[in-house]
Structures are given as structure tokens and as C-alpha cells.
């Protein structure tokens, strides 16, 4: 997981969507063999990064 996604290359996310916070507007990828894959059973969710 990247705290800072400016240090993503290429990857241009919007820290200020112009939907809700509980609107997912985009997808993270989730590592197989991780907990939270564990958890959430899926490679992929979509996810809000609304900051206030």
C-alpha cells in the first residue's frame, strides 16, 4: 500500500473526488497470500480515498 501515490508511476488519483465518501470511485489491487486477501477473498475492491 502507498501512503503518498504521487510515488506510484503513472498512476494519477484525485485527492479530492467529487463524489461522497461513500461512493467507491476507484480500485486497489490486494496481494493474494495477505490477510486482508484472507478476509476479503478478492484480488480486487473498489475503494473510496476521500480526505478531509
Known sequence: MY?????????YIKHNQQHLSN????????????????ILGE????VNSFIT
Open 3 to 11: 501512503q503518498d501515490l504521487s510515488l506510484i508511476e503513472g498512476a
Open 23 to 38: 461512493v467507491p470511485t476507484h480500485t486497489v489491487q490486494i496481494k493474494e497470500g495477505t490477510k486482508l486477501y484472507e
Open 43 to 46: 484480488k480486487e475492491v473498489l
